[in-house]
């Protein structure tokens, strides 16, 4: 299984960005896939989550005003689109499988390589 995360960029603080991640080799059925973000010297902080089969969503309080995942089932991807960004919305940016809606990192299994997320004016 092969998670590729892409999308990341430098952008300036109220910018927007949008996150792509692309499942691949995945033989048995997708349930949920999340992102997660790892800011320097920090841990990393799960964002949202969504169900690939009916698209159901959960998002983190601190996030949930101005980042929206969405996905296309048949291509196996997930979307992240971040609008307004702050200077602390910077950090690597992984998406995840899971087998459930979960907020909690030991719950997914397959990771992808993270994309770098800069905010800078």
């Known amino acids: 299984v092969q998670l590729q995360a892409s999308g990341g960029g430098m952008v300036r603080p109220g910018g927007s960005l949008r996150l792509s991640c692309d499942a691949s080799?995945?033989?048995?059925?997708?349930?949920?896939i999340g992102w997660f973000r790892q800011a320097p010297g920090k841990e990393r902080e799960w964002v949202p989550v969504i169900s690939i089969s009916d698209g159901r969503t959960k998002y983190s309080d601190s996030v949930k005003d101005r980042f929206t995942i969405s996905r296309d089932s048949a291509k196996k991807s997930v979307y992240l689109q971040i609008i307004n960004l702050k200077p602390e919305d910077a950090a690597v940016y992984y998406c995840a499988t899971s087998n459930m809606a979960s907020m909690f990192e030991h719950e997914y299994r397959y990771w992808g390589q993270g994309t770098q997320v800069t905010v800078s004016s």
């Open positions: 080799g995945y033989t048995k059925p997708l349930y949920y």
